[in-house]
Protein backbone atom coordinates (compact mmCIF):
# COMPACT_ATOMS: atom_id res chain seq x y z
CA UNK A 1 0.00 0.00 0.00
CA UNK A 2 1.36 3.59 -0.83
CA UNK A 3 1.90 5.74 2.04
CA UNK A 4 1.27 9.42 2.77
CA UNK A 5 3.36 11.72 5.02
CA UNK A 6 1.09 14.54 7.05
CA UNK A 7 2.45 16.91 9.43
CA UNK A 8 1.73 16.06 12.76
CA UNK A 9 0.15 19.09 13.99
CA UNK A 10 -1.45 22.60 12.65
CA UNK A 11 -3.04 25.12 14.17
CA UNK A 12 -5.37 27.46 12.87
CA UNK A 13 -7.66 30.46 13.73
CA UNK A 14 -11.56 30.55 14.21
CA UNK A 15 -13.11 31.89 10.70
CA UNK A 16 -9.71 31.76 8.39
CA UNK A 17 -9.03 29.35 6.01
CA UNK A 18 -6.60 26.24 6.37
CA UNK A 19 -4.41 24.34 4.26
CA UNK A 20 -3.70 20.39 5.25
CA UNK A 21 -1.39 19.17 2.88
CA UNK A 22 -0.40 15.34 2.43
CA UNK A 23 2.64 13.81 0.49
CA UNK A 24 2.32 10.93 -1.20
CA UNK A 25 5.01 10.26 -3.80
CA UNK A 26 4.68 6.49 -4.33
CA UNK A 27 1.06 6.98 -5.32
CA UNK A 28 0.03 4.41 -7.97
CA UNK A 29 -2.20 5.66 -11.04
CA UNK A 30 -5.08 3.59 -9.60
CA UNK A 31 -4.56 5.30 -6.23
CA UNK A 32 -7.98 7.70 -5.26
CA UNK A 33 -6.90 10.20 -2.35
CA UNK A 34 -9.35 10.37 0.52
CA UNK A 35 -9.27 12.75 3.50
CA UNK A 36 -11.14 11.58 6.63
CA UNK A 37 -11.23 13.40 9.62
CA UNK A 38 -11.71 11.94 13.61
CA UNK A 39 -13.26 14.50 16.40
CA UNK A 40 -12.77 13.83 19.82
CA UNK A 41 -14.42 10.55 20.92
CA UNK A 42 -16.44 9.81 17.82
CA UNK A 43 -15.50 7.00 15.07
CA UNK A 44 -13.85 8.69 11.60
CA UNK A 45 -16.26 10.90 9.70
CA UNK A 46 -15.35 10.83 5.47
CA UNK A 47 -14.72 14.49 4.61
CA UNK A 48 -13.67 14.08 0.31
CA UNK A 49 -11.94 12.11 -1.84
CA UNK A 50 -10.76 12.71 -5.40
CA UNK A 51 -8.59 11.29 -8.39
CA UNK A 52 -6.88 13.82 -10.27
CA UNK A 53 -9.01 16.90 -10.30
CA UNK A 54 -9.38 19.32 -7.89
CA UNK A 55 -12.84 18.51 -5.83
CA UNK A 56 -15.52 20.46 -3.97
CA UNK A 57 -18.27 19.56 -1.62
CA UNK A 58 -20.39 21.23 1.10
CA UNK A 59 -17.30 20.38 3.94
CA UNK A 60 -14.57 21.16 2.23
CA UNK A 61 -12.26 21.56 -1.04
CA UNK A 62 -9.18 18.68 -2.13
CA UNK A 63 -6.31 20.13 -4.57
CA UNK A 64 -4.37 17.87 -6.38
CA UNK A 65 -0.72 18.39 -7.41
CA UNK A 66 -0.88 18.08 -11.74
CA UNK A 67 1.47 15.17 -10.86
CA UNK A 68 -1.08 13.89 -7.85
CA UNK A 69 2.46 13.27 -5.62
CA UNK A 70 0.68 15.79 -3.28
CA UNK A 71 -2.50 16.97 -2.25
CA UNK A 72 -4.53 19.86 -0.09
CA UNK A 73 -7.24 19.58 2.22
CA UNK A 74 -8.58 23.23 2.44
CA UNK A 75 -11.12 24.17 4.93
CA UNK A 76 -12.36 27.56 3.81
CA UNK A 77 -13.31 29.03 7.14
CA UNK A 78 -12.54 27.25 10.27
CA UNK A 79 -14.87 26.78 12.79
CA UNK A 80 -13.96 25.47 16.47
CA UNK A 81 -15.85 22.26 15.15
CA UNK A 82 -13.31 21.35 12.84
CA UNK A 83 -11.02 20.91 15.13
CA UNK A 84 -9.73 17.05 15.16
CA UNK A 85 -7.26 14.71 13.79
CA UNK A 86 -7.42 14.92 10.08
CA UNK A 87 -6.26 11.38 7.71
CA UNK A 88 -5.17 11.66 4.28
CA UNK A 89 -5.14 7.99 2.79
CA UNK A 90 -4.86 6.53 -0.35
CA UNK A 91 -7.67 3.94 -1.56
CA UNK A 92 -6.66 1.70 -4.79
CA UNK A 93 -9.42 2.03 -7.37
CA UNK A 94 -9.35 -1.60 -8.44
CA UNK A 95 -7.92 -3.77 -5.83
CA UNK A 96 -9.82 -6.84 -4.25
CA UNK A 97 -10.34 -4.94 -0.86
CA UNK A 98 -9.77 -1.63 -1.20
CA UNK A 99 -9.22 -1.35 2.24
CA UNK A 100 -8.08 2.32 4.72
CA UNK A 101 -4.69 1.95 5.75
CA UNK A 102 -4.63 4.80 8.30
CA UNK A 103 -1.67 6.66 9.32
CA UNK A 104 -1.46 9.26 12.12
CA UNK A 105 -3.08 12.36 10.45
CA UNK A 106 -2.62 15.93 11.51
CA UNK A 107 -4.11 17.48 14.52
CA UNK A 108 -6.03 20.84 13.63
CA UNK A 109 -6.06 22.98 16.80
CA UNK A 110 -8.71 26.00 16.00
CA UNK A 111 -8.07 28.84 18.02
CA UNK A 112 -11.10 31.40 18.64
CA UNK B 1 -31.03 6.08 7.95
CA UNK B 2 -29.05 4.61 10.99
CA UNK B 3 -25.62 4.29 9.12
CA UNK B 4 -23.38 1.61 10.93
CA UNK B 5 -24.41 0.53 14.06
CA UNK B 6 -22.36 -0.84 17.20
CA UNK B 7 -23.23 -2.57 19.85
CA UNK B 8 -22.10 -2.40 22.94
CA UNK B 9 -21.11 1.29 23.05
CA UNK B 10 -19.19 0.03 26.32
CA UNK B 11 -17.58 -2.91 27.73
CA UNK B 12 -15.42 -4.14 30.88
CA UNK B 13 -14.25 -7.68 30.47
CA UNK B 14 -11.55 -9.94 32.88
CA UNK B 15 -8.48 -11.65 31.25
CA UNK B 16 -9.71 -14.44 29.57
CA UNK B 17 -13.03 -13.69 29.06
CA UNK B 18 -14.57 -14.01 25.62
CA UNK B 19 -16.94 -11.06 23.91
CA UNK B 20 -18.48 -10.27 20.58
CA UNK B 21 -19.04 -6.59 19.16
CA UNK B 22 -21.50 -6.64 17.06
CA UNK B 23 -21.88 -4.52 13.86
CA UNK B 24 -24.72 -3.51 10.95
CA UNK B 25 -25.08 -1.31 8.15
CA UNK B 26 -27.84 -0.66 6.64
CA UNK B 27 -26.88 0.61 3.33
CA UNK B 28 -26.46 -1.74 1.06
CA UNK B 29 -22.36 -1.70 1.56
CA UNK B 30 -20.48 -4.62 0.22
CA UNK B 31 -17.61 -4.63 2.14
CA UNK B 32 -17.28 -3.95 6.20
CA UNK B 33 -14.01 -3.52 8.41
CA UNK B 34 -12.65 -3.79 12.21
CA UNK B 35 -10.57 -1.32 13.33
CA UNK B 36 -8.69 -0.71 16.62
CA UNK B 37 -7.74 2.40 18.09
CA UNK B 38 -5.11 3.00 21.42
CA UNK B 39 -4.85 5.58 23.27
CA UNK B 40 -2.97 8.67 20.73
CA UNK B 41 -2.58 6.63 17.99
CA UNK B 42 -4.44 5.96 14.63
CA UNK B 43 -6.62 3.12 13.57
CA UNK B 44 -5.48 -0.22 12.92
CA UNK B 45 -7.12 -2.74 10.35
CA UNK B 46 -7.71 -6.06 12.24
CA UNK B 47 -10.54 -8.15 9.54
CA UNK B 48 -12.23 -6.76 7.08
CA UNK B 49 -14.83 -8.87 4.53
CA UNK B 50 -14.42 -7.32 1.15
CA UNK B 51 -17.49 -8.87 -0.22
CA UNK B 52 -20.58 -11.49 1.46
CA UNK B 53 -18.90 -14.66 2.35
CA UNK B 54 -15.33 -13.36 2.77
CA UNK B 55 -12.90 -12.45 5.47
CA UNK B 56 -9.33 -11.42 5.39
CA UNK B 57 -6.64 -10.75 7.76
CA UNK B 58 -6.08 -6.82 8.42
CA UNK B 59 -2.73 -5.43 9.92
CA UNK B 60 -3.48 -6.68 13.36
CA UNK B 61 -5.66 -9.73 13.80
CA UNK B 62 -4.20 -11.97 16.98
CA UNK B 63 -6.83 -12.45 19.05
CA UNK B 64 -9.80 -11.91 17.24
CA UNK B 65 -12.03 -14.15 14.63
CA UNK B 66 -15.11 -12.61 12.50
CA UNK B 67 -18.00 -13.57 11.15
CA UNK B 68 -19.74 -12.00 8.12
CA UNK B 69 -22.99 -13.49 8.78
CA UNK B 70 -24.84 -11.62 6.01
CA UNK B 71 -24.84 -8.40 3.99
CA UNK B 72 -25.64 -6.25 6.64
CA UNK B 73 -23.71 -7.62 9.38
CA UNK B 74 -19.75 -8.22 10.80
CA UNK B 75 -19.70 -9.52 14.06
CA UNK B 76 -16.09 -9.42 15.75
CA UNK B 77 -15.15 -11.98 18.31
CA UNK B 78 -12.49 -11.79 21.01
CA UNK B 79 -12.22 -15.40 22.24
CA UNK B 80 -9.78 -14.66 25.11
CA UNK B 81 -9.75 -11.36 26.27
CA UNK B 82 -6.22 -9.60 26.81
CA UNK B 83 -5.12 -6.06 28.85
CA UNK B 84 -3.59 -5.59 25.03
CA UNK B 85 -7.02 -6.05 24.13
CA UNK B 86 -7.97 -2.98 25.68
CA UNK B 87 -9.10 -0.16 22.89
CA UNK B 88 -11.58 0.84 21.03
CA UNK B 89 -12.76 -0.62 18.14
CA UNK B 90 -14.60 0.76 15.30
CA UNK B 91 -16.83 -0.87 12.75
CA UNK B 92 -16.65 0.62 9.10
CA UNK B 93 -18.29 0.04 5.83
CA UNK B 94 -18.28 0.82 2.17
CA UNK B 95 -18.59 -0.27 -1.24
CA UNK B 96 -15.56 -1.64 -3.50
CA UNK B 97 -13.65 0.96 -5.29
CA UNK B 98 -11.88 3.46 -4.07
CA UNK B 99 -14.24 6.35 -5.33
CA UNK B 100 -16.36 5.29 -2.84
CA UNK B 101 -16.20 6.49 0.91
CA UNK B 102 -16.14 4.71 4.06
CA UNK B 103 -18.54 4.73 6.66
CA UNK B 104 -17.93 4.39 10.46
CA UNK B 105 -20.00 3.39 13.49
CA UNK B 106 -19.34 5.31 17.05
CA UNK B 107 -17.29 2.79 18.40
CA UNK B 108 -16.82 0.23 21.13
CA UNK B 109 -14.90 1.14 23.75
CA UNK B 110 -13.77 -2.00 25.86
CA UNK B 111 -11.75 -1.89 28.57
CA UNK B 112 -10.10 -5.65 29.47
CA UNK B 113 -8.64 -6.20 32.95
Known amino acids: DAKTTQPNSMESNEEEPVHLPCNHS???????IHWYRQLPSQGPEYVIH???SNVNNRMASLAIAEDRKSSTLILHRATLRDAAVYYCILRDYGGATNKLIFGTGTLLAVQP | NAGVTQTPKFQVLKTGQSMTLQCAQD?????MYWYRQDPGMGLRLIYY???????DKGEVPNGYNVSRLNKREFSLRLESAAPSQTSVYFCASSNLGGGYGYTFGSGTRLTVV
Open chain 1, 50 to 52: GLT
Open chain 2, 27 to 31: MNHNS
Open chain 2, 49 to 55: SASEGTT
Open chain 1, 26 to 32: TISGTDY
